[in-house]
C-alpha cells in the first residue's frame, strides 16, 4: 500500500516551566517538524518561543496532540491578537481530540497510541519528568524528550495517513465493563 500524499504540516508539541492552566503557564520548550522537511527539527528554547509561534501561523496545516486544548492556550500570549485568532482558526488536526470525539468516555494517551499503533513508546526519564528537566537546567535532555514526543505524533499522523486507523488498549474497566462507553456512530 503506498502513503497517500501527506498535507503540508507543522507537527509540534511543546513543554512548560510548571504545570498548571495552560492560559496562565510559560512554554519552555516547542519542536516543530514539517511533513515537506521531516529531517529537519525546528527547536525554540523559551527565548525564542514567538519564533516558533510565528513558524506555526505561517504553516498551512498545524498537528498535534492535545494541542487544541494545551497548546495552543500556552503559545497565545506569545502572539498578538490577531496572529492568536489567525492560529486558533487555521486547519489543525489534533490526534488527542480526533480520538476522544471518536471513542467518547475514554482518555487515551500519547503512549499508549504509540505503543500499540508504532510499537514505540514516549521517552521516559527515570530521575525527572519535563518541568524537573526545565527547572534543574537540564535543556538537552528537556529538547530529546520534547522531541520525542513531536517524533511520535509526527509518525501517527503518517501511520493514520497510510492505515486509516490507530490502535490503542483499553483500560481494564473498560474491557471488563463495555456497557459503560457511550457509543456514538
Do not use: C
Not at 153 to 158: A, D, G, N, V
Amino acid at each position: 500500500m503506498s502513503l497517500p500524499e501527506v498535507p503540508i504540516s507543522a507537527v509540534f508539541d511543546i513543554e512548560t516551566k510548571e504545570i498548571g492552566n495552560p492560559y496562565e503557564i510559560e512554554a519552555s520548550t516547542m519542536v516543530i517538524i514539517r511533513t515537506d522537511q521531516p529531517k529537519r527539527k525546528l527547536y525554540f528554547d523559551e527565548d525564542s518561543m514567538r519564533e516558533g509561534a510565528e513558524w506555526l501561523v505561517g504553516s498551512p496545516h498545524i498537528t498535534s496532540f492535545n494541542g487544541r486544548k494545551f497548546d495552543i492556550p500556552v503559545i497565545l500570549k506569545y502572539l498578538s491578537r490577531g496572529e492568536g485568532r489567525k492560529l486558533r482558526n487555521m486547519q489543525h488536526y489534533d490526534i488527542f481530540d480526533e480520538w476522544i470525539r471518536s471513542n467518547p468516555g475514554r482518555r487515551i494517551s500519547l503512549n499508549n497510541l504509540a505503543k500499540y499503533s508504532l510499537r514505540l513508546e514516549k521517552f521516559e526519564n527515570t530521575n525527572a519528568g519535563p518541568v524537573d528537566m526545565y527547572k534543574q537546567g537540564r535543556m538537552n535532555e528537556l529538547f530529546e524528550y520534547n522531541y520525542w514526543d513531536t517524533y511520535l505524533t509526527y509518525l501517527l499522523l503518517l501511520h493514520t495517513l497510510e492505515k486509516g486507523y490507530l490502535t490503542f488498549k483499553l483500560p481494564v474497566l473498560q474491557k471488563f465493563f463495555p456497557e459503560m462507553i457511550t457509543r456514538t456512530k
